[in-house]
């Protein structure tokens, strides 16, 4: 499919997933710490070698589509390592989201908590964490091949620590491979929060 048509396709189905998405409970995201995300970026898909460039970002929340997402990093072939530790200032069950093109994988403390960084058109994940309040080493890393590219990542209180013991009985850990996109509909609105692909258009 032409490059043209798919940058479309790919608008109309966030369009799509934002109508859907007003009708899911609402959760304030709490993926925006303090400091900011110590993100490193390289070119090459790996995360190998020492990274081009060193800074910070508020968010991970971007839509480059065929731009580079850096003056002076690669268009296609690059990765990008953000690191964070914010204070969950409640303990509980949080929910963290993800969409990416390509790759990307979600550590908590140093769990892998979602792990699809295979190359791929752009997909969401979910995953629910127990968290103790205090803080948390966040870390995301992401890699573009080619064509399109973004990525964005958010979480949110689900259940209050004090809550927990009713809400969820028992928590079975989920094996990281195990871990499934989440289908059109469900959480999708969260590509909704991009930018249209205008560059591509």
């Not at 589509?65 to 990765?79: E, L, Q, W």
């Not at 953000?82 to 093109?101: C, E, I, K, M, S």
């Not at 295979?118 to 995953?127: D, K, L, M, S, V």
């Not at 990281?176 to 929060?193: F, K, M, N, Q, W």
Request: aromatic share 10%; proline share 6%.
């Amino acid at each position: 499919m032409p490059k043209r048509y798919s940058a479309i396709l790919l608008a109309l189905t966030l369009v799509v997933a934002f109508a859907v998405g007003l009708l899911i409970e609402p959760s304030e995201s709490q993926a925006n710490p303090s400091t900011g995300f110590r993100a490193e970026y390289f070119n090459n898909a790996t995360l190998q070698g020492t990274p081009v460039q060193i800074v910070t970002d508020d968010q991970i929340n971007f839509n480059w589509g065929t731009a580079a997402p850096r003056p002076g990093i690669n268009a296609d072939n690059f990765s990008v390592r953000w690191t964070a530790t914010p204070n969950f200032a409640q303990g509980g069950l949080y929910r963290f989201r993800a969409g990416a093109d390509d790759g990307i994988r979600i550590f908590v403390d140093d769990q892998l908590i979602i792990d699809s960084f295979i190359a791929g058109e752009f997909r969401t994940f979910t995953r629910d964490v127990t968290l103790a309040a205090g803080p948390h080493t966040i870390r995301v890393e992401y890699f573009e091949l080619g064509n399109l590219a973004g990525v964005l990542v958010e979480w949110a209180l689900v259940t209050a620590a004090g809550d927990l013991a009713t809400a969820v009985p028992s928590l079975t850990p989920v094996p990281a491979g195990t871990i499934e996109p989440t289908p059109l509909g469900r959480v999708d609105a969260l590509g909704a929060r991009w930018r249209m692909w205008r560059r591509a258009c």
